[in-house]
């Protein structure tokens, strides 16, 4: 079964400064996803950026970009320039590929960010 | 950004009660989820939903729990007979390529 794991409950950063979240997985599976998502008090799940498990390229989004080590099975958030609007709880998630036919997610325990002004 | 609705945004039940929670998904989605988020921890997968039929369900998806979507539009779950513990945020997405989450049901059991 896959498995994701946020190792940092939480994590603070001051304004304009970047700051990194971590993620690990772990998985046999060769076709999966990874995504981060952002959520708010509002408690809405908003998604952050997303990654193929077949592309080597990290994905980036603006001020997020993704830092997605295969081999080790680490999948990291970099906010660049972070914002009061940054905080919140921030996901890691899973999917497996198509072919596995199922297209759940499986989340890790999420990291609070704390932005500081 | 597609839209997936929830209602009610805050549902408060006695326990024991029948409770049922509501998601509107984007038109043309075919597969939808449900997933919970118990205060304070992480978000769990409970079912997901396909061409009128359950496709998985987790373990925490029992008989108390199911999921119809009776007039091709609104996705529900219900939960016959709430507990303490079923109190938590219920999440519904819907899926065409990716997931969409609706912003939620907190659900109070007393």
């Known amino acids: 079964a896959q498995t994701v794991t946020q190792s940092q409950p939480e994590m603070s950063v001051q304004e304009a400064e970047t700051v990194t979240l971590s993620c690990t997985y772990d998985?046999?599976?060769?076709?999966?996803?990874l995504f981060w998502y952002k959520q708010p008090p509002s408690r809405q799940m908003i998604l952050v950026i997303r990654?193929?498990?077949?592309?080597?390229q990290n994905a980036t989004e603006n001020r997020f970009s993704v830092n997605f080590q295969k081999a080790a099975k680490s999948f990291s958030l970099k906010i660049s320039d972070s914002q009061l609007g940054d905080a919140a709880m921030y996901f890691c998630a899973y999917r497996s590929g198509a072919t596995s036919g199922t297209y759940k997610y499986i989340f890790g325990t999420g990291t609070r960010l704390k932005v500081l002004a | 950004e597609p839209e997936v609705t929830q209602t009610p945004s805050h549902q408060v039940t006695q326990m024991g009660q029948e409770v049922i929670l509501r998601c509107v998904p984007i038109?043309?989605?075919?597969?939808f989820y449900w997933y919970r988020q118990i205060l304070g921890q992480k978000v769990e997968f409970l079912v997901s939903?396909?061409?009128?039929?359950?496709?998985?369900k987790s373990e925490i998806f029992d008989d108390q729990f199911s999921v119809e979507r009776p007039d091709g539009s609104n996705f529900t779950l219900k939960i016959r007979s709430t507990k303490l513990e079923d109190s938590a945020m219920y999440f519904c997405?819907?899926?065409?390529?990716?997931?969409?989450f609706g912003p939620g049901t907190r659900l109070t059991v007393l």
């Open positions: 998985t046999s599976e060769s076709d999966y996803y």
């Open positions: 997405a819907a899926r065409l390529g990716e997931q969409f």
């Open positions: 038109s043309n989605h075919l597969y």
């Open positions: 939903f396909y061409n009128n039929e359950i496709s998985e």
């Open positions: 990654q193929e498990a077949y592309k080597q």
